[in-house]
């Protein structure tokens, strides 16, 4: 299995045996990898949700924070780039294998910065419903302490770093944080490279919302940008506009179906993933799964 396998299977047994705080799992093997994608911005890998990481004259932040048993391993690949302690710690989406390390790194002085609906979420029980898996209210320690609605900019180590919401998509708490000077993106959960993505409905996940966001990303994006996906290897322009037209593509198919008046089993029965399965159904989703995620967020309105 390629690296990026190996991270889409884990996230698989997280989501499915409904441990959002990564219990379960076997960390001790987990290696955090840094790569550098422009001066002063990394990309982190490890377990969980790929990591953007700045440093520079001002301040240390990261982009997610993967599981609470990884903080030691994350904090010891940022010391090795830079002495300076992580202040902020922005979270793309409240899901726990991207939030999970927010209560370690916050009792170590981190400001933690999220979309309002992360916070929301975070702050009461939530029911997976694709899954069947319950995920407990998180402590008041993991919490982000500054939440936005629309967007929020940070100004630091001379860059300008727009973190901007976006409507429902994977979720309705997602943002994509955009370096406008290193000209990097981490997108979050709405971008899995590789992979179909999963469509958290009962979150408030829309796969129009994907298909959106995925638009916006391309109109902010040139040749030369560098896009971290929650998932999967380092991304750029032309990955991001074939994941656009495969979900689009598939959106469309069952779209027509659902208009017809299809059950979610005629729909699936139809393979609208068919020719697309070779290449991107072998991750976390499988064609009929994501499929089922299409329809349920089509046939919710
Ligand atoms: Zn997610």
Do not use: C
Request: hydrophobic share 40%.
């Amino acid at each position: 299995m390629t690296r990026h396998t190996v991270a889409l299977a884990a996230l698989a047994v997280v989501l499915t045996a409904g441990h959002a705080a990564g219990q379960g799992q076997d960390f001790s093997k987990v290696d955090i990898e840094a790569e550098s994608l422009a001066p002063g911005v990394h990309m982190l890998t490890g377990a969980g949700g790929n990591i953007g990481l700045s440093v520079g004259e001002d301040a240390t932040f990261i982009i997610d924070d993967q599981f609470a048993p990884l903080t030691e391993k994350i904090a010891a690949a940022i010391k090795a780039i830079t002495a300076e302690p992580v202040r902020f710690v922005v979270n793309t989406h409240w899901h726990g294998d991207h939030t999970g390390g927010n209560e370690n790194f916050g009792k170590a002085g981190a400001v933690i910065i999220a979309h309002d609906n992360v916070r929301k979420r975070m702050s009461t029980d939530q029911f997976n419903e694709a899954f069947k898996s319950r995920t407990p209210a998180a402590p008041k320690g993991a919490l982000p302490v500054v939440t936005f609605a629309d967007s929020v900019t940070l100004h630091l180590n001379g860059d300008t770093v727009h973190v901007i919401h976006v409507p429902p998509a994977h979720t309705d708490g997602d943002s994509i944080v955009h370096f406008t000077k290193a000209n990097v993106m981490h997108m979050g959960d709405l971008y899995f490279n590789g992979g179909y993505p999963f469509i958290d409905v009962s979150s408030g996940g829309d796969v129009n919302g994907i298909v959106a966001a995925a638009d916006k990303a391309l109109g902010m994006a040139n040749d030369q940008t560098k896009i971290i996906p929650g998932h999967g290897p380092l991304a750029s322009r032309t990955t991001l506009r074939a994941y656009r037209d495969m979900v689009r593509t598939v959106r469309d198919r069952v779209s027509a179906l659902v208009e017809e008046g299809k059950s979610l089993a005629d729909v699936q029965a139809a393979q609208p993933t068919k020719d697309f399965d070779a290449q991107w159904g072998n991750g976390f989703m499988k064609g009929d799964q994501f499929v089922g995620l299409v329809y349920a967020s089509l046939s919710k309105k």
